[in-house]
């Protein structure tokens, strides 16, 4: 390991690798908000995770990456109006832009609905949230898409499962739509 990483990424690559050495068919996601103030060095809190996980051994390496939620989690309930609209009885219109550009999407969300709650209202909104609608854009949701394409190689690994059986790598753009530029070599 190396001596020169922060205490919280050590951490990082411990339970990372703690977690892989278990089993060969587990695999690491470190997700992290990517809130506005941040937004100018994504490269660098990217590169100081990819660090931690680059500490591992060559094949567990291939087993963990690094995504962003941007700017965070809430931007996504905005790419589907009707699971905010069906938990906050709001008649928002669909967000027209990319939502990971949307700067605040929780306050927001607590202007739109002032006893919005993040745990609570939040829990439901995702349990609504349809993935296909939110990347049926190929121009948005780069981040997202990224780490949805991500997962969907390394399941892609393990046919047996069947998780893929009605999964369209074109509803998701995974091949003409827009990818991170930081994350997507993990690909």
């Given at each position: 390991?190396?001596?020169?990483?922060?205490?919280?990424?050590?951490?990082?690559?411990l339970?990372?690798?703690?977690f892989?050495?278990?089993?060969?068919?587990?695999?690491?996601?470190?997700?992290?908000?990517?809130?506005?103030?941040?937004?100018?060095?994504?490269?660098?809190?990217?590169?100081?995770?990819?660090?931690?996980?680059?500490?591992?051994s060559?094949?567990?390496?291939?087993?963990?990456?690094?995504?962003?939620?941007?700017?965070?989690?809430?931007?996504?309930?905005?790419?589907?109006?009707?699971?905010?609209?069906?938990?906050?009885?709001?008649?928002?219109?669909?967000?027209?832009?990319?939502?990971?550009?949307?700067?605040?999407?929780?306050?927001?969300?607590?202007?739109?609905?002032?006893?919005?709650?993040?745990?609570?209202?939040?829990?439901?909104?995702?349990?609504?949230?349809?993935?296909e609608?939110?990347?049926?854009?190929?121009?948005?949701?780069?981040?997202?898409?990224?780490?949805?394409?991500?997962?969907?190689?390394?399941?892609?690994?393990?046919?047996?499962?069947?998780?893929?059986?009605?999964?369209?790598?074109?509803?998701?753009?995974?091949?003409?739509?827009?990818?991170?530029?930081?994350?997507?070599?993990?690909?």
């Open positions: 390991m190396k001596r020169n990483l922060p205490h919280q990424d050590q951490n990082i690559f339970q990372a690798r703690t892989l050495a278990k089993n060969q068919c587990r695999y690491v996601l470190v997700i992290d908000d990517l809130e506005k103030d941040r937004i100018d060095i994504a490269l660098q809190v990217f590169q100081r995770y990819r660090e931690a996980l680059d500490t591992l060559p094949e567990q390496k291939k087993r963990a990456s690094v995504h962003f939620l941007v700017n965070m989690i809430e931007a996504y309930y905005f790419a589907d109006a009707q699971a905010i609209n069906t938990v906050l009885g709001t008649d928002l219109k669909y967000h027209l832009e990319d939502v990971e550009k949307i700067t605040h999407p929780k306050n927001r969300l607590k202007k739109l609905h002032p006893g919005f709650d993040e745990k609570e209202d939040g829990g439901e909104i995702i349990k609504r949230l349809r993935i609608h939110i990347l049926s854009r190929s121009d948005a949701c780069a981040s997202l898409r990224t780490l949805f394409y991500w997962c969907y190689k390394v399941l892609q690994k393990y046919p047996q499962l069947d998780v893929l059986e009605d999964f369209s790598v074109e509803k998701y753009h995974f091949h003409d739509g827009i990818l991170s530029d930081i994350t997507r070599h993990q690909l």
